[in-house]
């Protein structure tokens, strides 16, 4: 008798990140996601300088158990010199939820045979991510799946709905095996603006009646984040815009594109300048216009939109365009009161060119560090110090609250539920339900009784 359909996670277990879910059906193997693991395993042996060797990647990241030990998934070239050895795939398709790093970013390590099935809007991200000097995805044959259209894989029917996060292009899953539905989140949130989305993704679940629910569970445990809409960030920063007779500064995620939006809006409607790095300006022009993006300003069509150029020993190629109308820092310090100046915290030496006047806001539009510990929580802290900023946290996360995944998984009733992408999964505790702790690399059937 053929084996019953199981799922086996494979990264994602007790952690933030590093999702790799295998389903299986029959012959049917598929993976969902396969990105890195973070915190706290991988900060464990490598940070910042210290990385895995490029030529033997796998073989590095196995000996951490960082990376999972399946046979048929990994290309030749990424095995070099580990003890699993190559094998043609058996692994049939991968899909992926978004185009973030903790999802997506072990793609280059898979074999170059197996389809890779995502959204056309996550395939642009990944794009403007490689074509502006980010990490690549390797090389597969891409396949662009449509929202709500399944893509049949012999007894697997995977069907994406587009869900609300914060990066435009995420989906959910629904994967329809012969015993039943697995509903995948990927990561979500119901307070975008694109919470409809997520409300039909729910709805669409729903009507399954799901054997396995997997839902993200970033926000289980201890939460000591402020409850912001992408609506009441805007009026938080219209508010510090107001009270700010010059300067204004802020830091959000390079691909946070609803984020970028907001922030120009206010920044134009406080009749100031949104100015932005090369890396921005180049994911704006690649996206705006696009299915599935909200409206974006384009450098160089649109008023009020302008380029950060600092000093560099040489420009690439992609940012060449960019460079005629940037500014540089002379320039932001003589017009300060008409800018909104967006600088990631890796080019913080910046403000020692730019002097910001004593009490400067800085709109730090991102999540807050988990753990007090954060070394790069302090020395934000040091650099805001020094300048004598005025912090502003004012950050819509991309993850629904604890309160709202429980009430998701008790609306929705699945047969079993298991919480992954949380240091907190034994937190989570919805009322009536089964809750499964995964144990790293175990199958579970998908209709476990
Ligand atoms: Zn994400």
Same mark, same amino acid.
């Given at each position: 008798?053929?084996?019953?359909?199981?799922?086996?996670?494979?990264?994602?277990?007790?952690?933030?990140?590093?999702?790799?879910?295998?389903?299986?059906?029959?012959?049917?193997?598929?993976?969902?996601?396969?990105?890195?693991?973070?915190?706290?395993?991988? $900060?464990?042996?490598?940070?910042?300088?210290?990385? @895995? =060797?490029?030529?033997?990647?796998?073989? $590095?990241?196995?000996?951490?158990?960082?990376?999972?030990? &399946?046979? +048929?998934?990994?290309?030749?070239?990424?095995?070099?010199?580990?003890?699993?050895?190559?094998?043609?795939?058996?692994?049939?398709?991968?899909?992926?939820?978004?185009?973030?790093?903790?999802?997506?970013?072990?793609?280059?390590?898979?074999?170059?045979?197996?389809?890779?099935?995502?959204?056309?809007?996550?395939?642009?991200?990944?794009?403007?991510?490689?074509?502006? +000097?980010?990490?690549?995805?390797?090389?597969?044959?891409?396949?662009?799946?449509?929202?709500?259209?399944?893509?049949?894989?012999?007894?697997? /029917?995977?069907?994406?709905?587009?869900?609300? *996060?914060?990066?435009? +292009?995420?989906?959910?899953?629904?994967?329809?095996?012969?015993?039943?539905? &697995?509903?995948?989140?990927?990561?979500?949130?119901?307070?975008? @603006?694109?919470?409809?989305?997520?409300?039909?993704?729910?709805?669409?679940?729903?009507? $399954?009646?799901?054997?396995?629910?997997?839902?993200?569970?970033?926000?289980?445990?201890?939460?000591?984040?402020?409850?912001?809409?992408?609506?009441?960030?805007?009026?938080?920063? /219209?508010?510090?815009?107001?009270?700010?007779?010059?300067?204004?500064?802020?830091?959000?995620?390079?691909?946070?594109?609803?984020?970028? !939006?907001?922030?120009?809006?206010?920044?134009? !409607?406080?009749?100031?300048?949104?100015?932005?790095?090369?890396?921005?300006?180049?994911?704006?022009?690649?996206?705006?216009?696009?299915?599935?993006?909200?409206?974006?300003?384009?450098?160089?069509?649109?008023?009020?939109?302008? &380029?950060?150029?600092?000093?560099?020993?040489?420009?690439?190629?992609?940012?060449?365009?960019?460079?005629?109308?940037?500014?540089?820092?002379?320039?932001?310090?003589? *017009?300060? =009161?008409?800018?909104?100046?967006?600088?990631?915290?890796?080019?913080?030496?910046?403000?020692?060119?730019?002097?910001?006047? *004593?009490?400067?806001?800085?709109?730090?539009?991102?999540?807050?560090?988990?753990?007090?510990?954060?070394?790069?929580?302090?020395?934000?802290?040091?650099?805001?110090?020094?300048?004598?900023?005025?912090?502003?946290?004012?950050? !819509?996360?991309?993850?629904?609250?604890?309160?709202?995944?429980?009430?998701? !998984?008790?609306?929705?009733?699945?047969?079993?539920?298991?919480?992954?992408?949380?240091?907190?999964?034994?937190?989570?505790?919805?009322?009536?339900?089964?809750?499964?702790?995964?144990?790293?690399?175990?199958?579970?059937?998908?209709? $476990?009784?």
């Amino acid at each position: 008798m053929a084996r019953p359909p199981t799922v086996t996670f494979l990264g994602g277990v007790r952690e933030i990140g590093g999702n790799k879910i295998l389903v299986e059906d029959g012959p049917e193997r598929v993976l969902f996601d396969f990105g890195p693991s973070f915190s706290p395993v991988y $900060d464990d042996f490598f940070v910042n300088f210290l990385q @895995p =060797r490029s030529t033997s990647p796998v073989k $590095d990241l196995l000996e951490f158990d960082l990376i999972p030990r &399946v046979p +048929g998934l990994y290309s030749r070239e990424a095995l070099a010199g580990s003890d699993l050895p190559y094998e043609p795939p058996t692994v049939h398709a991968v899909f992926l939820t978004h185009a973030h790093y903790d999802h997506a970013g072990y793609l280059q390590y898979i074999d170059p045979e197996i389809p890779v099935h995502v959204g056309a809007d996550t395939r642009r991200l990944l794009e403007a991510i490689e074509g502006s +000097g980010g990490r690549g995805y390797g090389e597969h044959p891409w396949e662009l799946h449509r929202a709500r259209t399944a893509v049949k894989l012999g007894n697997l /029917d995977v069907l994406p709905m587009p869900v609300d *996060h914060s990066i435009p +292009g995420a989906y959910g899953y629904l994967v329809r095996t012969s015993a039943g539905t &697995v509903a995948y989140t990927g990561d979500f949130r119901q307070h975008g @603006p694109r919470a409809r989305l997520t409300h039909d993704f729910l709805a669409e679940a729903g009507k $399954d009646g799901p054997a396995a629910f997997i839902t993200e569970g970033t926000r289980v445990g201890p939460d000591p984040r402020k409850e912001f809409t992408e609506q009441s960030v805007r009026t938080e920063v /219209d508010r510090v815009l107001e009270r700010t007779g010059d300067l204004a500064l802020g830091t959000c995620y390079p691909r946070d594109v609803d984020r970028l !939006a907001t922030l120009y809006a206010a920044a134009r !409607a406080a009749g100031r300048s949104f100015v932005v790095s090369l890396k921005t300006a180049f994911l704006l022009s690649s996206v705006a216009g696009q299915p599935g993006f909200p409206p974006v300003p384009v450098p160089g069509r649109d008023p009020g939109l302008l &380029v950060y150029e600092r000093p560099k020993q040489r420009y690439y190629n992609w940012e060449k365009p960019f460079l005629d109308a940037a500014v540089d820092a002379e320039y932001v310090r003589a *017009h300060g =009161r008409e800018l909104l100046l967006m600088l990631e915290m890796a080019h913080f030496p910046e403000l020692i060119d730019l002097r910001p006047p *004593h009490g400067t806001p800085y709109i730090y539009s991102m999540s807050e560090p988990f753990s007090e510990e954060d070394v790069e929580a302090e020395v934000l802290q040091n650099w805001l110090r020094h300048f004598d900023l005025r912090y502003h946290p004012l950050h !819509a996360s991309g993850h629904c609250s604890a309160g709202e995944l429980t009430a998701i !998984a008790e609306r929705l009733g699945p047969a079993t539920t298991y919480p992954i992408h949380t240091n907190y999964p034994e937190q989570f505790r919805p009322r009536g339900l089964r809750v499964r702790l995964p144990e790293k690399a175990t199958p579970y059937p998908v209709a $476990d009784r």
